[in-house]
């Protein structure tokens, strides 16, 4: 997930220096970032079988996690309208590092929770880290953008938003063997999380000794409801809101939906690997995607790196399975199918954001659909392709909704990071539908979610409408 600022560097003699080690310990950062976010969908089984939780109440882990989003960056936007930016008085670097220990203390709760045995105990830990990752929301990326020659920024962020990916995609992966296999049973998530926070306290560590450039942030937040003005930005809001709550979702249930004996069968550590393919299709997405977006003009030369993006992106997913579960080459070559489907759709959309928003959206609901009502390896493979369908999502609605807003950018951002709030509302609901409904059935509800997103991408992003 991305936020935007317009940044300065404080003292332009910072951009003589080299970076290289501090931008290294920064995709570090994205890459935890990703990584301890999606163990959300490997938690939300373990606590269900724990506490005999129905799919509602297991859900919400989601809630918890992504309600802190929205408090944290509505508590943000009140106190920066009234009294400036607070990252800004303080430093950039000093945020990042307020983050990471404010996440530590979220991670380490888990310990207490496990020997409390209270679900209450452990949705607090989990509100917790996400108000930590609300600040390094806000913090990293702008942090990440001066590093280095500001023609050059765009390139940076791709490259950190595909560690956060390779988080996403690992995260299943590792999550899944240490809480169903190794540390299985009642104090699984007890040791996994304490090292987690070990981490971030070093990475805290890091960045603190690191010799990062100060830069000052000269972009006001306008003070009252300025942004909210411009209809194709309030319309962005409710597909960001749609956008992250059906990714989130779906990704959520699948464990449970690769275990249905018309599905797969499978036990929670196997389904655990293929959820990791679901996250892996958003770094193919993302890599792919950052390149066609750019401005390569020679079309076969982007094209091939395209090619060399995604297959590098395929075979690090491929590899880190095989590692785990001793996957074969030809169990995953489904997935190259839609890559193949996404590399024709880049080309029909000719780089044109709205375009290649709705054309990735009519196909996810394409896959939606056949997840709901089919069966075996059909539907199998449907859920799985949507992860590689939602990549560009984010970045093309963020794009669409705030152009043309001009001052009110900072403020029409801040907005846009609040919608985050859908991870927290669309998971539970689906809960609720597959407590009543069924599992398959309850993917009716992401549907809705896709259907207003490729709105969005035809029509409700036109300014003035």
Same mark, same amino acid.
């Given at each position: 997930?991305?936020?935007?600022?317009?940044?300065?560097? $404080?003292?332009?003699?910072?951009?003589?220096?080299?970076?290289?080690?501090?931008?290294?310990?920064?995709?570090?950062?994205?890459?935890?970032?990703?990584?301890?976010?999606?163990?959300?969908?490997?938690?939300?089984?373990?606590?269900?079988?724990?506490?005999?939780?129905?799919?509602?109440?297991?859900?919400?882990?989601?809630?918890?996690?992504?309600?802190?989003?929205?408090?944290?960056?509505?508590?943000?936007?009140?106190?920066?309208?009234?009294?400036?930016?607070?990252?800004?008085?303080?430093?950039?670097?000093?945020?990042?590092?307020?983050?990471?220990?404010?996440?530590?203390?979220?991670?380490?709760?888990?310990?207490?929770?496990?020997?409390?045995?209270?679900?209450?105990?452990?949705?607090?830990?989990?509100?917790?880290?996400?108000?930590?990752?609300?600040?390094?929301?806000?913090?990293?990326?702008?942090? !990440?953008?001066?590093?280095?020659?500001?023609?050059?920024?765009?390139?940076?962020?791709?490259?950190?938003?595909?560690?956060?990916?390779?988080?996403?995609?690992?995260?299943?992966?590792?999550?899944?063997? #240490?809480?169903?296999?190794?540390?299985?049973?009642?104090?699984?998530?007890?040791?996994?999380?304490?090292?987690?926070?070990?981490?971030?306290? #070093?990475?805290?560590?890091?960045?603190?000794? $690191?010799?990062?450039?100060?830069?000052?942030?000269?972009?006001?937040?306008?003070?009252?409801?300025?942004?909210?003005?411009?209809?194709?930005?309030?319309?962005?809001?409710?597909?960001?809101?749609?956008?992250?709550?059906?990714?989130?979702?779906?990704?959520?249930?699948?464990?449970?939906?690769?275990?249905?004996?018309?599905?797969?069968?499978?036990?929670?550590?196997?389904?655990?690997?293929?959820?990791?393919?679901?996250?892996?299709?958003?770094?193919?997405?993302?890599?792919?995607?950052?390149?066609?977006?750019?401005?390569?003009?020679?079309?076969?030369?982007?094209?091939?790196?395209? !090619?060399?993006?995604?297959?590098?992106?395929?075979?690090?997913?491929?590899?880190?399975?095989?590692?785990?579960?001793?996957?074969? #080459?030809?169990?995953?070559?489904?997935?190259?199918?839609?890559?193949?489907?996404?590399?024709?759709?880049?080309?029909?959309?000719?780089?044109?954001?709205?375009?290649?928003?709705?054309?990735?959206?009519?196909?996810?609901?394409?896959? #939606?659909?056949?997840?709901?009502?089919?069966?075996?390896?059909?539907?199998?493979?449907?859920?799985?392709?949507?992860?590689?369908?939602?990549?560009?999502?984010?970045?093309?609605?963020?794009?669409?909704?705030?152009?043309?807003?001009?001052?009110?950018?900072?403020?029409?951002?801040?907005?846009?990071?609040? $919608?985050?709030?859908?991870?927290?509302?669309?998971?539970?609901?689906?809960?609720?539908?597959?407590?009543?409904?069924?599992?398959?059935?309850?993917?009716?509800?992401?549907?809705?979610?896709?259907?207003?997103?490729?709105?969005?991408?035809?029509?409700?992003?036109?300014?003035?409408?």
């Amino acid at each position: 997930m991305e936020s935007q600022n317009n940044t300065q560097l $404080a003292n332009d003699s910072h951009q003589g220096n080299n970076y290289t080690s501090a931008l290294i310990t920064l995709t570090s950062l994205f890459f935890m970032w990703g990584f301890m976010t999606v163990m959300n969908d490997v938690l939300i089984p373990h606590l269900k079988n724990i506490f005999d939780l129905d799919f509602f109440q297991s859900m919400l882990v989601q809630t918890s996690f992504f309600g802190a989003y929205f408090i944290g960056s509505l508590l943000y936007y009140i106190i920066s309208s009234r009294s400036g930016d607070p990252i800004n008085k303080i430093g950039y670097k000093n945020g990042i590092i307020i983050g990471l220990v404010i996440s530590a203390i979220g991670s380490a709760m888990f310990y207490p929770a496990t020997i409390i045995n209270a679900y209450g105990v452990y949705l607090l830990a989990l509100f917790i880290l996400g108000l930590g990752f609300t600040v390094l929301q806000i913090a990293a990326n702008p942090y !990440v953008a001066i590093l280095g020659d500001p023609k050059t920024a765009s390139s940076r962020l791709n490259l950190a938003q595909g560690f956060n990916s390779l988080g996403t995609t690992l995260g299943p992966l590792i999550g899944g063997a #240490l809480i169903f296999k190794y540390f299985a049973g009642t104090e699984a998530v007890k040791i996994p999380y304490l090292v987690l926070a070990g981490l971030l306290i #070093l990475l805290a560590v890091l960045i603190k000794g $690191a010799k990062l450039p100060e830069f000052a942030n000269e972009e006001k937040i306008e003070k009252g409801k300025g942004a909210l003005k411009f209809p194709h930005l309030v319309l962005g809001m409710v597909a960001i809101f749609m956008y992250v709550g059906g990714e989130v979702a779906v990704g959520s249930i699948l464990i449970n939906f690769f275990g249905l004996e018309n599905i797969a069968g499978m036990d929670e550590n196997t389904a655990s690997s293929y959820l990791s393919l679901y996250w892996g299709g958003l770094m193919i997405g993302r890599f792919s995607g950052a390149i066609y977006l750019s401005d390569i003009t020679d079309q076969k030369k982007k094209f091939g790196y395209m !090619v060399i993006a995604a297959l590098t992106a395929f075979f690090i997913i491929y590899i880190s399975n095989s590692i785990k579960t001793d996957m074969s #080459l030809t169990t995953v070559l489904p997935l190259l199918v839609f890559v193949a489907i996404a590399f024709i759709l880049f080309l029909i959309g000719k780089s044109i954001p709205s375009k290649t928003l709705y054309y990735f959206a009519s196909v996810v609901i394409v896959l #939606l659909l056949v997840t709901t009502f089919g069966d075996g390896k059909i539907a199998f493979w449907a859920v799985i392709g949507i992860g590689l369908f939602n990549s560009i999502m984010w970045s093309n609605i963020f794009t669409l909704a705030i152009d043309g807003l001009g001052k009110y950018t900072s403020q029409g951002s801040s907005l846009l990071v609040m $919608a985050i709030l859908g991870g927290a509302i669309i998971p539970p609901l689906q809960g609720k539908f597959a407590d009543i409904l069924g599992v398959q059935l309850s993917f009716l509800v992401p549907i809705l979610c896709y259907i207003y997103i490729f709105y969005y991408g035809l029509v409700g992003y036109k300014k003035g409408k």
